[in-house]
């Protein structure tokens, strides 16, 4: 059984030789599938389902590809396209991580964020942009 398994793998790895494989656009797209796919269930086999294999068609395409520019300009046009939304998640995520230690607070002025340890009363934090002072509990 182990003989056979490591030929298996050996072809899987001699096939999958000069393909793109998964980028984050790839797994994007069978991320997508699989949401689309799971409301095609709720919603009946419409257009859910429809676009759920349109997504897991697009992402093995890519993955099989052989052209690796188009593939990586493909990518590199998504990445700069949802820049934003990953980088507010990004935020966002360590945000919560830092909840029970620090609290955030805008700036009246300039709207900059300022992060302050939790758990040192009333104080006065100056803004590191522009220099306001401003009271706030924490």
Do not use: W
Not at 20 to 48: E, H, N, P, Q
Not at 53 to 69: E, G, K, N, P, W
Not at 110 to 134: A, D, L, M, N
Request: one cysteine or more; a positive charge; charged letters at 30%.
């Amino acid at each position: 059984m182990r003989d056979f398994m490591n030929r298996v793998n050996e072809k899987v790895r001699t096939f999958m030789v000069g393909r793109y494989g998964t980028d984050d656009l790839s797994k994007f797209l069978l991320v997508a599938t699989m949401i689309l796919l799971v409301l095609s269930l709720f919603f009946g086999r419409g257009l859910f389902y429809f676009l759920g294999l349109i997504c897991l068609i697009a992402a093995y395409v890519r993955i099989l590809s052989r052209d690796y520019a188009k593939r990586s300009a493909e990518n590199a046009k998504f990445l700069s396209v949802t820049a934003n939304i990953r980088k507010t998640a990004r935020i966002q995520k360590r945000r919560f991580a830092e909840r029970k230690t620090y609290r955030y607070f805008k700036c009246p002025e300039c709207s900059q964020e300022v992060r302050v340890p939790k758990g040192k009363g009333h104080i006065r934090i100056t803004c590191p942009k522009c220099k306001t002072q401003f009271d706030r509990t924490v």
